[in-house]
Structures are given as structure tokens and as C-alpha cells.
């Protein structure tokens, strides 16, 4: 079965550093792989997606993330964070072909200090 | 468009008693999930469907049901409400292309059920 692991439920970084979330998936297969963004109290954003192609994707607001197939792994990363990136965030992996169904990671909530 | 929505936004529920949340899209997207979000577990399939008048279970179905009969909608029903599922709940679609097995799902603003 799919399973998606964020190691790291709460990261805090100062405004202005550099970020990277982790994300580590089980799939027997080419892995479809999501980062998604929650704003407190709303729904939830794409930030990137990773369908095939070049292993590092970019996404909205400066984002961007590596697949690496022999570490099993989704990392997510922006070079310089700002007070508004801060949010919880889910990787994911689309599950079982022929259906649309997401497996989230438990999510990594991020804390920005001024 | 305005895209998923999801009505209420909030509800409170007492124990055994029955209620319907409502998920509209205006994609015309194939496929709609249900997804409840609880902390420390991210989130969790539901119930899902690829189309009108298909729905399939998901990981978490106990206690839900859902049916599809217009591409636009897609409610999950609860029959007697438990306060085990006090959630957020999440509806999602997303289109479907030849050849491609997941596309990306476009997420509704969530409705917060309180069952007392």
C-alpha cells in the first residue's frame, strides 16, 4: 500500500532562511507526487506536482521540489522564506492507477520568526 | 468559475442525528473525493467517484455514504452522526486525461463538523 512520511511535524525558521521540508513515500511504481499548502482555516493549494521529466519541479511563490528515486524522496524547498509562508504542508502520492485518490502525509506545520 | 464549494461551513451535530454535506463543482470534472482532515493524521480518503453514478470507498468509509447522480455534485451523507467523526471535511475533483493516470485535485474550503 502507498504511504507518505513527513518527518518533521513542526519546522520553525527565521524569515529570510532557507527552508526544506521533507517528504519520504512508499509506491512500487512511478510515483505521482503533490505538495499542497494550508492557510489557517482554508482549503488546501497545489504548490507543485511531479508527474515525470526533470526530478526538480517549480511551483508557485518560489517554491520547488527534487524527486529522488533512490531515496524514496519529495523534499520541498524555498531559498528564502517570508513571513507569509507560514502554514501547514502536505505531500502527497496518487494512489492506485485508474482512480483519483491522494495519500497525504501527516503534514509539516512551519512557523516563520521575525 | 468559482470552482469547488462546499456548504455549511460550520455545523454542529449531536450525537445519532443525521446530516448531508453538500459538494458542488462547476469543471465539469470526472472525477470528486471526500477527504476528512483530523490533526496529526493529515488527510484521509472518504469515499470517491469517477464519475455520475459511480462512487467507490476509500480508506476511512465506515459511518459515510455518498452518491453521484450529476457530474456537479457530490454529498456525503452521515446517518448517525459519532463524535469520532468530528473532522474537517474536504471535497475534491479533479479531470481526467488519456493516458494519464492522476491528475491534480482541486480542494473546496472545507466544512468543520463539531458532533456533541
Known amino acids: 500500500a502507498q504511504s507518505v512520511t513527513q518527518p518533521d511535524i513542526h519546522i520553525t525558521v527565521s524569515e529570510g532562511a532557507s527552508l526544506e521540508l521533507r517528504c519520504n513515500y512508499s509506491?512500487?511504481?512511478?510515483?505521482?507526487l503533490f505538495w499542497y499548502v494550508q492557510s489557517p482555516g482554508q482549503g488546501l493549494q497545489l504548490l507543485l506536482k511531479?508527474?515525470?521529466?526533470?526530478?526538480l519541479v517549480q511551483g508557485i511563490k518560489g517554491f520547488e521540489a527534487e524527486f529522488k528515486r533512490s531515496q524514496s524522496s519529495f523534499n520541498l524547498r524555498k531559498p528564502s522564506v517570508h513571513w507569509s509562508d507560514a502554514a501547514e504542508y502536505f505531500c502527497?502520492?496518487?494512489?492506485?492507477?485508474?482512480?483519483?485518490?491522494?495519500?497525504f502525509g501527516q503534514g509539516t506545520r512551519l512557523t516563520i520568526n521575525p | 468559475n468559482a470552482g469547488v464549494t462546499q456548504t455549511p461551513k460550520f455545523q454542529v451535530l449531536k450525537t445519532g442525528q443525521s446530516m448531508t454535506l453538500q459538494c458542488a463543482q462547476d469543471?465539469?470534472?470526472?472525477?470528486m473525493s471526500w477527504y476528512r482532515q483530523d490533526p496529526g493524521m493529515g488527510l484521509r480518503l472518504i469515499h470517491y467517484?469517477?464519475?455520475?453514478?459511480?462512487?467507490d470507498q476509500g480508506e476511512v468509509p465506515n459511518g459515510y455514504n455518498v452518491s453521484r447522480s450529476t457530474t456537479e455534485d457530490f454529498p456525503l451523507r452521515l446517518l448517525s452522526a459519532a463524535p469520532s467523526q468530528t473532522s474537517v471535511y474536504f471535497c475534491?475533483?479533479?479531470?481526467?486525461?488519456?493516458?494519464?493516470?492522476?491528475?491534480?485535485?482541486?480542494f473546496g474550503p472545507g466544512t468543520r463538523l463539531l458532533v456533541l
Open positions: 511531479y508527474f515525470s521529466g526533470d526530478t
Open positions: 475534491a475533483s479533479s479531470y481526467s486525461r488519456a493516458g494519464v493516470r492522476q491528475e491534480t485535485q482541486y
Open positions: 502527497a502520492v496518487g494512489a492506485s492507477q485508474g482512480a483519483q485518490k491522494l495519500v
Open positions: 467517484s469517477v464519475g455520475a453514478g459511480i462512487t
Open positions: 509506491y512500487g511504481a512511478t510515483p505521482y
Open positions: 469543471m465539469n470534472h470526472e472525477y
